[in-house]
């Protein structure tokens, strides 16, 4: 089963032993970089790029669209200044989805401006992805820490406490 950080604690070699969650494109190869791990960060970099890029080009047939409607200045104004802040929200939200958990309900609240701003998301992704896999840090420590948990549980005691000695 997993709890609240993800970890699954089946049974991997030994009873209870946790498992890295897979990231998304990357499977549990960020554990320990191989399996094609360096050739999954220089695809994932180019396609959130390239996805970006495509982005901006559909919203910038959508700012013609919006001059040749002749909608006037404010409208235009309004779009693009939409675009830009829910873009900026979107990134800064995405960026810190990559150190911590999100929470639930905030971003359930926050959906629609991460669907305006996918832009910002789609950047934040492909940044993150020039120095690790996106979410790795956060996944890697929860997964060090539900070690560090297991191992604390499996050790034996190296004394019998019954034969402590007592202080006077």
């Given at each position: 089963?997993?709890?609240?950080?993800?970890?699954?604690?089946?049974?991997?070699?030994?009873?209870?032993?946790?498992?890295?969650?897979?990231?998304?494109?990357?499977?549990?190869?960020?554990?320990?970089?191989?399996?094609g791990?360096?050739?999954?960060?220089?695809?994932?970099?180019?396609?959130?790029?390239?996805?970006?890029?495509?982005?901006?080009?559909?919203?910038?047939f959508?700012?013609?669209?919006?001059?040749?409607?002749?909608?006037?200045?404010?409208?235009?104004?309004?779009?693009?200044?939409?675009?830009?802040?829910?873009?900026?929200?979107?990134?800064?939200?995405?960026?810190?989805?990559?150190?911590?958990?999100?929470?639930?309900?905030?971003?359930a609240?926050?959906?629609?401006?991460?669907?305006?701003?996918?832009?910002?998301?789609?950047?934040?992704?492909?940044?993150r992805?020039?120095t690790?896999?996106?979410?790795?840090?956060?996944?890697?420590?929860?997964?060090?820490?539900?070690?560090?948990?297991?191992?604390?549980?499996?050790?034996?005691?190296?004394?019998?406490?019954?034969?402590?000695?007592?202080?006077?």
């Amino acid at each position: 089963m997993s709890d609240e950080t993800g970890i699954q604690e089946t049974p991997a070699g030994s009873p209870g032993t946790p498992h890295p969650d897979p990231l998304r494109l990357f499977g549990t190869t960020w554990v320990t970089h191989d399996n094609g791990y360096a050739l999954r960060r220089i695809a994932a970099s180019i396609g959130s790029l390239a996805a970006a890029i495509a982005s901006c080009l559909v919203l910038r047939f959508a700012y013609e669209g919006l001059q040749i409607a002749d909608t006037g200045s404010f409208v235009t104004v309004l779009v693009v200044a939409m675009f830009a802040i829910c873009s900026a929200l979107a990134f800064r939200h995405t960026w810190d989805g990559f150190t911590q958990r999100p929470d639930p309900d905030r971003l359930a609240s926050l959906r629609g401006l991460l669907a305006i701003g996918f832009v910002g998301s789609l950047l934040a992704y492909f940044f993150r992805s020039l120095t690790e896999a996106p979410g790795e840090k956060l996944h890697r420590e929860e997964y060090e820490a539900a070690l560090d948990r297991h191992e604390k549980r499996t050790t034996r005691r190296t004394r019998n406490p019954s034969k402590k000695r007592r202080r006077a």
